[in-house]
């Protein structure tokens, strides 16, 4: 297929902390398995990262480890446009442009807006309302065709495509309608906490022992799996709503091994979690193994990072161009 008939793939992770096995498996595992058959654009969207106050040395150095990452789990920058966002002012630019498309009722019913403000009710800023609205510019922007994401950003997806509509109907043929890309249930769509099944996995938890980072040590990893929180009875078999913790355990461990839950069940049938516990925690101890050496190679040669998001911030920059002028122009702006 040549490049301009392939659909066009587009998303990003924040680099808001270090990356949980929860945001690899949920999505950034799912990126490599694209960049053959889709004209695919990652980006590390720094500037949604400081809709919560980060300590700026930290946000430089977790937007290269992001970048270092996505390269570790196999996206290869001469196949896919690897860019950091603030690198690209097009964003922010078509981002006004759409608030003035979006209604106040509607952002305002975000459960991600409800739940961030009542974590940080110290610090519930503009940016933080105004959070999807960046997202839908980051999308639409390169006239984008699917969004691999988890379910959590299912809602951001839905507001995405309304204000692609509303801008459409107003100025016909500017926006490809984008749709979401999730995993199917059971196959990463929603990993939850080790700490708190009822919880999803996510790096800004306080406690540690809920998440597992693609960066931890093989010892930590195991620690954290053996103390999972599982159930009260000991079988080992797949029931979301009645074992939760265990479940979650078993997705994760099938994920990590390639077998089916099926298997995983008579593997560790009459076993209990004496058993499968550490199981589970060397499985994704020998997952992560390449992707943390390869990471912490990587961020050994700043000059290579450097390189691929200079090249990838000049490919999206000159993509998003496109869909920025043609949308300036749509809505009366005098041409420079
Ligand atoms: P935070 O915890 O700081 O709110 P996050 O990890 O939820 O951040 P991102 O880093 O922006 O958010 O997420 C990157 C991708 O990982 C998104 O596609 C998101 O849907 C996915 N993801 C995050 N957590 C999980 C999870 N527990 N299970 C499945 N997918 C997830
Ligand atoms: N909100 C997303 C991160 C994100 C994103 C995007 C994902 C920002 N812009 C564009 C896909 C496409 C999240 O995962 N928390």
């Known amino acids: 297929m040549s490049e301009n008939q392939k659909k066009t793939i587009f998303s990003g992770v924040q680099p808001s902390g270090k990356l949980t096995l929860g945001n690899y498996l949920g999505a950034i595992r799912n990126f490599p398995l694209l960049q053959e058959d889709y004209n695919c654009i990652y980006c590390v969207v720094d500037m949604h990262a400081i809709t919560v106050r980060q300590e700026p040395a930290a946000l430089r150095r977790a937007t290269l480890e992001v970048l270092a990452q996505y390269i570790a789990c196999g996206l290869d920058p001469d196949k896919s446009v690897l860019f950091i966002q603030s690198h690209v002012p097009a964003h922010a630019e ?33 940016g933080l309302f105004t959070y999807p609205v960046l997202m839908a510019a980051d999308i639409l922007l390169y006239q984008t065709d699917l969004v691999p ?55 800004s938890d306080p406690n540690p022992n809920g998440y597992i980072l693609l960066m931890d040590k093989p010892e930590d990893i195991m620690r954290k799996f053996k103390r999972a929180v599982t159930d009260s009875d000991t079988r080992i078999a797949m029931d ?92 009366g702006f005098v041409g420079r």
């Not at 952002?107 to 519930?124: E, P």
């Open 149 to 203: 994401v988890g379910v959590d950003q299912s809602q951001h997806i839905e507001i995405c495509r309304d204000i692609a509509n509303r801008f459409n109907g107003r100025f016909p043929d500017t926006f490809t309608m984008p749709e979401g890309y999730y995993p199917k249930a059971g196959e990463g769509a929603k990993i939850t906490s080790l700490a708190d099944p009822a919880s999803k996995m996510s790096k």
């Open 240 to 331: 979301p709503q009645n074992k939760p913790g265990v479940s979650n355990l078993i997705q994760i461990y099938a994920l990590a091994t390639g077998k089916t839950v099926a298997a995983v069940e008579d593997e560790f049938a009459g076993k209990g979690y004496g058993a499968f516990k550490p199981a589970a925690g060397e499985a994704v101890v020998e997952l992560l193994r390449p992707i943390r050496e390869k990471t912490e190679d990587l961020l050994r040669n700043k000059d290579y990072l450097e390189q691929v998001y200079q090249q990838g911030a000049q490919k999206a920059s000159y993509l998003a161009r496109r869909t920025l002028d043609k949308v300036y122009r749509k809505v």
């Open 94 to 126: 078509l981002a006004w442009v759409l608030n003035c498309f979006t209604m106040f009722g509607e952002a305002s019913r975000m459960t991600q807006f409800k739940d961030k403000s009542a974590k940080h009710a110290d610090n519930i800023n503009v």
